[in-house]
């Protein structure tokens, strides 16, 4: 699903698969991991497995992945990156720095958020914008789930080029849907849904502009964003 909110010159790559055969990570990754728990080695190896393909896709050779600040993933010179894992998807984006400054992605299952979370990523105004939670096996969309996925893809991409952490409440997001829904009348199951949003930063930077744009998809039980700001960002909103 991620490469379809993607532009051309994203090179993306994603698995449904939970693990990936042994040696597919390098000693220099492997060590990272070693005393980890099964899942999070797991989620490590591919997502990683995943930048591998990504990797190919720009017709570079594979090489190690490792991890800096906070975990964020360290990418050969000249390019710029992003992963992402929830149960049941993996997904790796890469790109030249000369063709994008920087790129977020974030995938999570299609439900509900665990209680009390509502209320700490989101602000009154989202929560208004957003209306009340969907009720779980109905077949509606779970806007907070989305708009937390989509807060995740804007840090993931704010941060490599500013170096300052973004709290939840620091972005102020809106949404569009821009397929055809149905009427809703069916019986619940997989939403196919798709459309963009917007982040207005309440931290602002020079380097970045002051809302980032992205896009969003469900189906299939899983919720994938996108965020990516262009090198020219400022030609292009002509400052």
């Known amino acids: 699903m991620i490469e379809l909110l993607l532009p051309a010159d994203v090179s993306s790559a994603a698995t ?3 693990t990936v055969p042994d040696g597919t990570l390098f000693p220099e990754e492997e060590a990272l991991v070693a005393k980890s728990v099964a899942k999070r080695r797991n989620d490590f190896a591919t997502a990683r497995a995943c930048a591998r393909r990504a ?11 490792l991890s800096g600040r906070r975990g964020r993933p360290l990418w050969p010179e ?8 929830c149960a049941g998807y993996r997904a790796a984006a890469l790109a030249r720095a000369t063709d994008v400054l920087s790129l977020g992605i974030d995938a999570e ?6 209680t009390g979370v509502r209320e700490l990523v989101t602000l009154p105004a989202e929560r208004e914008r957003i209306g009340p939670p969907a009720r779980e096996g109905t077949g509606e969309i779970h806007w907070d789930r989305i708009l937390f996925s989509a807060k995740e893809s804007v840090f993931k991409a704010w941060y490599p080029v500013t170096g ?3 709290d939840f409440v620091e972005a102020d997001l809106t949404f569009h849907r821009t397929d055809t829904p ?14 963009a949003f917007a982040a207005r930063l309440l931290l602002t930077d020079p380097a970045l502009p ?11 039980d899983i919720v994938v964003t996108a965020v990516l700001v262009r090198p020219d960002w400022r030609e ?3 400052m």
């Open 16 to 18: 449904r698969a939970e």
């Open 78 to 85: 000249g390019i710029v990156g992003t992963l992402t894992h």
């Open 55 to 65: 990797m190919a896709g720009l017709g570079l050779p594979p090489v190690p992945v």
């Open 164 to 166: 300052v952490e973004l």
């Open 182 to 195: 149905g009427s809703g009348d069916g019986p619940p199951g997989p939403v196919a849904a798709e459309g």
């Open 109 to 114: 299952p299609h439900g509900p958020l665990p």
């Open 236 to 238: 292009r909103e002509g």
């Open 210 to 220: 002051t809302t980032l744009h992205g896009r969003w998809r469900v189906e299939d």
